[in-house]
């Protein structure tokens, strides 16, 4: 493992292992005090953020570790000087680059020209940290993955495509419930679908909403992720049936709930979903940290 820019580059074995070093290091931490001492990582965000910069932040002090804040919001990475050249640069000092940016295409052009390991904090394509917080958390709750039915319902964005690949290489069960015109994109679909069948898993994708049945969680996401320009005024009529509520929970009979933050409450969830007794989000947003940190130790010792 050199890079982390997208689950389908990972074997089923290394998302195991990753899994395990997660829960590892968030129950002995003091084990892994010095486990990136020495070591700085840059981040790099194009786009805004709270859980994702703040758990790499304070997981890499836990770590040893030291990181540089580059704030890009308002100038994409690229313009005062080519991708390559930024990574060659950064490449003289750092030990690792986080990077969130709006094309993926700048993230494989950093991985393709820096000299150190890239981790994608969210792209437009994936979110690969998320879907790996996701995996430690759904273990946690249920134990064995290999028997995990997930179901996404939403938007189909960055995160389900995460979600997929992630779910297809543990060869676990996925449904991904969207309105039609919002299914993901049609290519990491296939791809999601060779890793599952490899993996004697299985993908179904529809727009119908009781293929909830028998599910052991629900995911959903922002309708309009970032870099999207659509009025929620155009689509909510559309996705309106796709919300996430406390009587869809409870027709299905959905064990826990999950999001990956930041929610739009009274939009895809509301509030009663969000802060009842099946939501696991903040559990979620703990494990971002400890499964970056399973990332970082890996790409860095
Ligand atoms: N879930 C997530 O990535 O949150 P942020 O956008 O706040 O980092
Ligand atoms: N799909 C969302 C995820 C935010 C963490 C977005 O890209 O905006």
Known sequence: MKHLL?????SQSQLLALLELAQKIKANPAEYRHALDGKNVVM???KPSLRTRVSFDIGINKLGGHCVYMDQQNGALGKRESVADFAGNISQWADAIVARTFSHLTIDALANTASV??????SDLYHPCQALADLLTLKEVLGDLSHLKLAY???GNNVTHSLMLGVALLGAQMTVICPEGNFPD?????QAQEVAAAHGGSLLLTPDVSALENVDAVYTDTWISMGDDTELSDIEAKFAQYQVNQALMEQYKVK?????LPAHRGVEVTDEVMDGETSLVL?????????QNAVLVTLLS
Do not use: W
Request: aromatic share 12%; hydrophobic share 45%; glycine share 6%.
């Open 6 to 10: 997208s689950l389908k580059d990972l």
């Open 44 to 46: 790099l965000f194009e």
């Open 117 to 122: 390991p890239v981790i994608n904090a969210l």
């Open 153 to 155: 319902m939403g938007d």
């Open 186 to 190: 049609g290519f990491v679909v296939t």
């Open 256 to 260: 826990y709930f999950m999001h990956c």
């Open 283 to 291: 559990q979620q947003a703990q494990n971002r940290m400890h499964a």
